[in-house]
């Protein structure tokens, strides 16, 4: 049940976050069980706790991991499809191509983040 909404729902290399996931009768620790045994058998891969995702296979048939770049993205900025968060400070001039500096540190601004200011790091 829980494969076939994932399945459905999910593209292999996109993050499933375990809060976005809403099957109806299934509870959160149920919801954990089948996710564990899904990654103990090998259909899915955890990135980090609460993000899991669909392996793509490279050229050569090894399963390739999720970029810490991509799960940014559908946190606070690409969120199920609806636009939550942007890109801000020098992170945004750089994709603008107003500054040739790469900032070593990203700044997203978004409504997904609990706090005003939080820093984060995604492995």
């Keep these: ?3 076939q909404y994932l399945k459905e729902n999910y593209i292999p290399g ?11 009768g299934m ?6 069980y089948h996710l564990k045994k899904l990654t103990d058998s090998g259909s899915i891969c955890r990135f980090e706790p609460g993000v899991y995702y669909f392996p793509k296979t490279d050229i050569f048939g090894e ?7 991509t799960v940014a993205i559908h946190k606070y900025i690409m969120r199920r499809g609806k636009r939550v968060g942007y890109f801000s400070g020098y992170t945004l001039a750089n994709c603008m191509g107003l500054s040739t500096q ?12 609990p706090a ?8």
């Design 1 to 3: 049940m829980l494969y």
């Design 14 to 24: 996109e993050p499933i976050f375990t809060g976005d996931i809403d099957i109806p």
């Design 27 to 32: 509870t959160e620790e149920n919801l954990r």
């Design 63 to 69: 399963r390739m991991s999720l970029s810490p770049d």
């Design 102 to 113: 790469v900032p070593f540190t990203q700044e997203i601004s978004s409504n997904f983040a």
């Design 116 to 123: 005003l200011v939080r820093k984060i790091t995604i492995k």
